[in-house]
């Protein structure tokens, strides 16, 4: 079946401890993306990535980090979280870029104490 | 800056009946491309209709269709014979060439609730 997976899909963490949020795609993709959704303020995207070793910063990349390493996988990295970094995080991926159908994970909920 | 306008944050509609979810956008390329998602309460995001600036005719998908003024920078979605299945938030999305490279804009969204 063809999909986005993210793990995890929730995670309660504390301030400063670093994470990392994996996004995988079989689609064999080459456009991938990482959003987060907050109340009142709809979708923000906060990097994404054009092709292997590709990543540009969209929107709000500020505390964030992102690799591509390999085509399927897109992890998001939160080195020092801070509580305003809760929010719901989607990954998704479409064939070559933003013009093209996206396809989203089924979102990671991040409580940040 | 480009931006997206929703400036419906709750709407209802009755089944079977039609309803129009209202979004605005200001960016001053001339190429682009336009989105509806949906997110139904599963989260899930899903696209509903796509529209490409350069198009003249409005997009259509089933009972989902769009009214695209491009002049006015206005992206209407149409819903008809709503179904309770259509109960979701729909979020309006901008996505512009750029030197920035593909950032893709969303609205704030608009929920949508449907009653039988």
């Known amino acids: 079946e063809a999909q986005v997976t993210q793990n995890p899909r929730y995670l309660i963490t504390v301030t400063g401890k670093k994470l990392t949020v994996t996004c995988s795609q079989n689609?064999?993709?080459?456009?991938m993306s990482w959003y987060r959704q907050d109340p009142g303020l709809g979708l923000r995207q906060i990097y994404y990535?054009?092709?292997?070793?590709?990543?540009d910063k969209g929107d709000v990349p500020e505390g964030y980090k992102v690799s591509r390493k390999e085509k399927r996988n897109f992890p998001l990295i939160l080195e020092s979280p801070s509580p305003n970094q809760t929010s719901l995080y989607f990954c998704?991926?479409?064939?070559?870029?933003?013009?093209?159908?996206?396809?989203f994970g089924p979102g990671t909920r991040l409580t940040v104490l | 800056a480009q931006t997206v306008t929703q400036s419906q944050p709750e709407m209802s509609v009755q089944e079977a009946e039609t309803v129009t979810l209202s979004c605005t956008y200001d960016?001053?390329?001339?190429?682009?491309?336009l989105f509806w998602y949906k997110q139904p309460p599963s989260r899930q995001m899903i696209l509903v209709i796509r529209?490409?600036?350069?198009?003249?005719q409005n997009a259509t998908e089933n009972r989902f269709s769009v009214n695209f003024q491009k002049a006015a920078k206005s992206f209407s979605l149409k819903i008809s014979d709503s179904q309770l299945g259509d109960a979701a938030m729909y979020f309006c999305?901008?996505?512009?060439?750029?030197?920035?490279?593909?950032?893709?804009?969303f609205g704030k969204g608009t929920t949508l609730s449907v009653s039988s």
């Open positions: 998704a991926s479409s064939i070559q870029g933003a013009t093209d159908t996206q396809y």
């Open positions: 689609m064999n993709h080459e456009y």
């Open positions: 990535s054009m092709n292997v070793e590709v990543t």
């Open positions: 960016t001053s390329e001339s190429d682009y491309y």
């Open positions: 529209q490409e600036a350069y198009k003249q």
């Open positions: 999305a901008l996505h512009s060439f750029n030197q920035a490279g593909t950032a893709l804009i």
